[in-house]
Every structure is written in C-alpha cells, then in structure tokens.
C-alpha cells in the first residue's frame, strides 16, 4: 500500500519492543526449541532492512553441528581470557563473573556474514563499510522481530572472526558481522542486564546530540 500511515497505536508499540529488546545470555535461555516458521520470520525480517545500493549483502549460517558449536565457544573462551585481562579491579571482577554467550544452551545459532559484490555498488563508493552496515542494519531487524515474536537473541562479539569463518567454511571474501544464539527465554528483564549489574548505563540524549559540529 503507497503512503501507508502508521497511527499513534502502532507508534507506541515500536517503541516498546524497542525499550524491551535485551541481549541474553546463555543463563537465560530455555531448551525449548524454535519452531521453524518463527525463525524462518526472523530471517525474513533481516532481509527487509535497508541496503546502500539495494545490494542485500547479507548471508546467513545456520549453525546446528554441536561439534562446531563447541569449537566456537572453545574460541570464544580464548578470547574472552584476553579480554578480560584489559580491566582491573572491581571491573575484572564482575566481568569476569559475566555470562556472556549462549552458544551451547540456546536452541538456534546463526552467524551473518558480509558478502562483498563483485563490482561497484550504488552509495559505497566513498565509504565502503557501508556494506557491512547495512548487515548491522539486518541484524537490528532480527533482534526486533525475535522480541516482538518473544524470542530471545543474544550478539556473541568475542570471537575470532576468522576462526568462525574456516569452522563454517566461509568464501574468503564473506567477513562475520555477528554470531547469533536465538531462543525462548527464563525472562525478559526490564532494564538491559548490564545497566542492571551497574556496568554502565544509559545515555541521556541531550549528551549525545550536537548542532553543527562539535564545537
């Protein structure tokens, strides 16, 4: 439908699947499987998201193998000891108590890669990353649909990228964008987990908001 107009209603409930969109982690998850249908609505939500260029440069990997499920936390274990070592004190401490993945205990991993096109694509040509952008922007969609579907999603961010790519046999141009664990959950929480563990927390926005420029 051209011109389709949203009401108040419709406004309201956006916002609201946006405030109550979480990152969760593997404590959180139910071994409860995804039914089919519902991941098949989350990956086509991904594929509505805007693209520089229209080039749809996502790809997605459904990750099912426990073998390489395992290998990937074992990478993710590796690397989380390293990032771990980058904080101190009271900070150490509390991520080092942190549940940060949910690769073995969530129903549903899927790892969103990049695909690059073969030639030039409309709006890239000065800023190239915005083809990995507009995979974030797939990304984003999904994390909506699955909250809005009452699906959890976790972002897995400590791995090595080129470790996941030569487990699931990535062509060499393809670059990980995001590891994905999907699946019913314990809880939705009210506030994000890590404002809830004051490890941060929100931003207002007038401290994120300039008027031409910086200055």
């Not at 805007?50 to 440069?57: A, C, K, N």
Request: proline share 6%.
């Amino acid at each position: 439908m051209d011109n389709r107009a949203f009401t108040e209603a419709d406004q309201h409930l956006l916002t609201e699947i946006m405030l109550h969109r979480r990152d969760v982690r593997g404590n959180n998850f139910l071994p409860d499987p995804v039914p089919e249908e519902v991941v098949t609505q989350i990956l086509r939500a991904a594929t509505l998201a805007p693209s520089v260029g229209y080039s749809q440069p996502w790809e997605f990997v459904m990750v099912e193998n426990p073998d390489i499920r395992r290998r990937v936390v074992a990478d993710f274990e590796a690397q989380n000891g390293k990032a771990e070592e980058l904080f101190s004190g009271d900070r150490r401490d509390l991520y080092a108590r942190l549940k940060l993945e949910g690769i073995l205990e969530a129903p549903v991993n899927i790892a969103v890669f990049y695909k690059p096109a073969d030639g030039p694509v409309l709006g890239q040509t000065s800023m190239v990353e915005v083809g990995e952008y507009s995979v974030v922007c797939a990304i984003q969609n999904m994390w909506l649909m699955a909250r809005a579907l009452n699906v959890g999603m976790g972002w897995v961010s400590i791995l090595n990228p080129d470790t996941v790519k030569d487990l699931l046999n990535a062509p060499a141009d393809n670059k990980l964008v995001g590891y994905l664990c999907l699946g019913y959950v314990r809880q939705f929480f009210d506030t994000p987990e890590l404002e809830r563990l004051e490890w941060d927390r929100r931003k207002p926005l007038d401290a994120v908001i300039y008027v031409d420029g910086y200055d």
